[in-house]
């Protein structure tokens, strides 16, 4: 579905990785949000999430379409700073 984007996201531990669907007009913010809580809700540090492919921190507000993730794409969590 040209909708969706199918996600791996690897977690700041280098090991786990989150496989998720997503609206393809999902804020990166929003998919932030939807990994807090699949981990609970827990107070994790505070984290970015940054394009495979060019390597660059995404903000926000910026889509997945925009951020090129869709159909399918790779995300990394880092620890803020």
Known sequence: DENLASINIKWMDGKR???AKFFASYLIGEVKEAIKKHFGGFKCDDFDLRSAYPPRVLLDFTTLQE?????????HARKKN
Request: proline share 8%; net charge positive; charged share 10%.
């Open 17 to 19: 990785v989150i496989k």
């Open 67 to 75: 951020a090129g993730l869709v159909p399918n794409g790779t995300l």
